[in-house]
């Protein structure tokens, strides 16, 4: 077995669950990651219980922040205190449950854009209900969302042999899509779109062999995943979502708060982020880093600055690119979620055609250079003389919290990188790290 970075769970999530920042339009909801006793901890539990966390911290697709979350080890003990302290609804996952993201939000939701509308409806109770004919009847606990307004406080897992329940199941024949039973309202079963976003990774089963196929899948070295279901399978096939994609518009909210000049600023390519810095945060002397973990995106900045393309020729620019490109590796057009909207509306003033021109013009002609660099793997160390002596504005998105990172990379190495840049840039008179957090 790999050895976690951990000894136990519980040194995890306090990590995980200090200090985190709450969505006041959510607070009513708790989200509950579950123990599973029947998996060790070692490395590959922790890698599905930090995945499971960057899945639920907050958002419709994780990408988010500020649920209330919690981690618990018995059921019981999370749904009495989460009932005393408040909260109206609560979404709970067992570790070893891989939940989707990637829903376009209208006609494929996410897990917890469900659990959202859960919330608003009249329904007590959505589980995977296990009703075997002639035996009590259960809920499988690898996830459930429940109204615990309306619960009475009898135990939702054993829900006994006295019940009533549909003719139609999932599957098999002890899959209902409902149960009734006397002590609680009707248990509802998740639908098959909602199975469709997520899976259960079943990982007590070849514990040792998945853990070692995923570890030598994320770590370059020789592996031969098993096809079927099963946890090391459908782990990857999660990884190998992800293609490199250019972001040639902003999603998030420019930052506006900021009342000060820089010497340096150091921002990303994504969309008009370095013009717009530049164009309110910088002054005649100011130098722009530019960077990227990929060549390719840097090579297509520049030349977007070179040519001075926005609004129609910035789209169009992104459709050459796509038909340039392998589109299995890399994404320069993707359609907007509902989510964004609010973003996007917030930037048009800035990369409105005229506006768009303007800041793109002035950064032409500015001290910028194209800087190589993971933020995940990278030494910092020409941070070193660029900022010595300097005022620094650093831009990082949410590069930390992004789910490629997250998959991709433990949870010390996300940290320490980030505790690493800030030593970096630590190194200038004065500096502000602006972006998400690594947790």
Known sequence: ?????????????????????????????????????????????????????????????GAGSGHCLFYYKDIDTALIELKDKGFTHAMVCSIGMLISGFGNQVEVKTPVQNFYEFSESSEFMRAHIIAHPNKPATIHTQHFEI???QWNGQSIIKLGENYSRSDENIHDDYTPLWIKTPNHPKIYNFTNEQRNEKWFLYPHRDYEKHESIFYNYLNNKPCEPISGYNSSRLFINQCERKRKRYYFENNEPLPTHINKKYDVIIAPTAGIMPEALYDMYGHDKTK???????????????????????????????????????????????GRTPNQFHAFDKNSELTE???????????????????????????????????????????????????????????????????????????????????????
């Open 147 to 149: 109204d615990l307004t």
């Open 288 to 334: 722009v880093i530019i960077f990227d973990y990929d060549q390719t995106f840097l090579d297509v900045k520049k030349k977007i600055i070179d040519c001075g393309f926005v609004g129609n020729d910035l789209r169009s620019y992104m459709k050459v690119l796509s038909n340039s490109y392998d589109r299995d590796e890399y994404v320069f057009l993707a």
């Open 1 to 61: 077995m790999v050895k976690s970075n951990f000894n136990n769970a519980d040194e995890l999530f306090e990590l995980l669950l200090t200090d985190r920042t709450v969505n006041q339009k959510k607070k009513h909801l708790a989200f509950v990651i579950l123990e599973n006793n029947k998996i060790p901890w070692t490395w590959y539990k922790e890698k599905m219980a930090q995945y499971l966390y960057w899945n639920m911290q907050g958002g419709v697709t």
């Open 353 to 439: 055609d005229n506006n768009a021109q303007r800041i793109l013009d002035n950064l032409s002609n500015a001290d910028y250079q194209m800087q190589l660099c993971n933020m995940l793997e990278d030494d910092f160390d020409w941070i070193d003389e660029i900022v010595k002596g300097k005022s620094v504005l650093c831009y990082i998105s949410n590069i930390f919290k992004y789910y490629v990172v997250w998959m991709y990379y433990d949870i010390m190495t996300i940290k320490k990188q980030y505790e690493l840049l800030n030593d970096k840039l630590s190194l200038s008179d004065n500096y502000d790290l602006v972006g998400r957090s690594w947790h």
